[in-house]
């Protein structure tokens, strides 16, 4: 077994258990520890370092989530295993944010007076959004007379800089950020750059996202569709010698809501290397994790420039803001300079100043903590109600991240399609999971319940639970 002396200090502002966490995870990276090394019990190393279980229990389960170590039941936590090649790996910044105000502990149910709709309301505080608005139109009405920058306006630009950074782990610049009318245009944009860079071949996890295929399909895209496993796509079956690009969705991948572990992504970014390929990272949703702290990026891994990386402000704000945001790196930022000098911005220029206020004046982190909270409320509700009515017929697959639960039920017969159909009807959102491995007579869905009021979450369940379950 190995001994791990960190120097931890109770007086910084970065918690206990996240020093500990950026210590191992850095002695694992640097090779300081070995893969198959054996880690101190959480008993052990609470005793050793005079702080308590739970500070070395957190840190210990957030290097589980992300790949650093793996457990052995009634043996013990171990390093993975994990190959980057013989490149210096960069890590986030110890001193970096990333997400700070999550809180760990388990979240009890509150009541709101939401109702059911697209969006519950009580995500969402229009009043400073309002705020901020206001204060756009009446001190900087000046602004608004012109167009607006091709990038995007440079103050949202700065604040998604510093935000990505200090809760992604992202590492840019605001000269890298384009922003777009949403994800869709964004892909565009992107097209017409990986065809100056001539690639002409995408590939894409199944199951994944399906609309941004259709994008590339339309603008003539070979398209490869690549099986996913627990820890994300399976490499092996992405194209080898030829330049090509691969969309995954590491932190959060949808529809499963798995992670990709740490030795997965350093094996991407060297099969990107080798094939002179470009990796689009989709960090869509990554920041609505509820049993464990947002796992940083992979673009923050990345020290040969192959990452695209994509965000969207639709779920964590309102879907109806069509902002969306791309990194470039620096030579892909360079063609867009040069093959889209004569296009104009299509966002908004209010609506990105008004946002670009709302963040520095910390109503986006705020309005985020509040939302992550309330989903987690309604996650264990869902959840507890799900395993109370839902017999063997059902199972949960995934309820840790997201908008959505994953369900696999027993079809009886029926389509998905016609499922979803029945609970449209019922007033439930539900989901067709096209490219899952279905097995039998079984079929999965996703969930909604983020659409649903709390004080509605109990009586919603048991409502699907007689849907999925009618024969």
């Not at 510093?162 to 809760?167: E, T």
């Not at 399976?234 to 740490?262: C, D, W």
């Not at 986006?364 to 992550?372: E, I």
């Not at 449209?424 to 490219?435: C, I, N, Q, R």
Request: with cysteine; aromatic share 8%; hydrophobic share 35%.
């Amino acid at each position: 077994m190995i001994s791990l002396t960190p120097v931890l200090n109770e007086e910084a502002a970065i918690p206990l258990y996240r020093q500990l966490f950026h210590y191992i995870r850095d002695a694992i990276v640097n090779r300081d520890i070995f893969p198959g090394d054996k880690l101190p019990s959480l008993r052990a190393l609470s005793e050793s370092l005079n702080i308590s279980v739970t500070t070395v229990e957190l840190a210990y389960d957030q290097l589980l989530l992300e790949g650093y170590i793996n457990s052995r039941p009634r043996s013990g936590y171990y390093v993975s295993n994990i190959s980057y090649g013989d490149a210096k790996v960069p890590l986030p910044d110890s001193s970096a944010d990333l997400s700070a105000d999550y809180d760990p502990a388990r979240l009890c149910a509150t009541k709101d007076k939401g109702s059911r709709t697209y969006v519950d309301p009580a995500c969402f505080d229009f009043t400073k959004w309002k705020n901020c608005f206001n204060k756009v139109i009446n001190d900087h009405s000046s602004l608004l007379l012109c167009e607006g920058d091709i990038q995007g306006e440079p103050p949202l630009r700065d604040e998604i800089s510093r935000y990505i950074y200090q809760s992604r782990g992202v590492r840019c610049s605001l000269e890298q950020v384009i922003i777009a009318a949403g994800t869709q245009q964004l892909i565009n944009i992107l097209c017409i750059i990986l065809e100056r860079m001539g690639i002409d071949h995408v590939s894409f996890e199944n199951p994944g996202y399906v609309p941004v295929r259709s994008i590339f399909k339309d603008r003539g895209f070979k398209m490869t569709l690549v099986p996913i496993d627990r820890d994300g796509v399976r490499i092996e079956k992405l194209p080898a010698n030829i330049p090509s690009a691969v969309y995954v969705s590491p932190s959060n991948q949808f529809p499963t809501g798995s992670v990709m572990p740490a030795g997965r992504r350093y094996a991407l970014l060297d099969w990107a290397e080798r094939n002179g390929s470009i990796i689009i990272e989709d960090d869509y949703n990554s920041e609505l994790r509820y049993d464990s702290r947002p796992v940083p990026s992979l673009q923050g891994l990345d020290n040969r420039e192959q990452v695209v990386y994509l965000g969207s402000f639709s779920s964590t704000l309102f879907p109806s803001i069509k902002i969306s945001y791309m990194v470039l790196p620096e030579p892909l930022h360079q063609l867009f300079s040069e093959s889209l000098k004569d296009y104009v911005q299509t966002c908004s220029k209010a609506e990105q100043l008004t946002l670009a206020l709302y963040m520095s004046s910390g109503y986006y982190q705020t309005n985020l903590k509040k939302q992550r909270k309330l989903n987690a409320q309604k996650i264990q509700l869902a959840t507890l109600a799900l395993n109370a009515h839902r017999g063997e017929s059902i199972q949960i697959l995934n309820n840790s991240s997201g908008l959505h639960m994953l369900i696999k039920f027993q079809n009886n017969g029926k389509t998905p399609e016609e499922i979803c159909s029945r609970a449209a009807s019922a007033g439930l959102t539900l989901a067709p999971v096209k490219g899952y491995e279905n097995e039998n007579d079984f079929s999965v869905v996703m969930f909604y319940y983020t659409r649903i009021s709390i004080d509605n979450i109990k009586q919603a369940v048991k409502d699907l639970v007689l849907i999925l379950c009618e024969h």
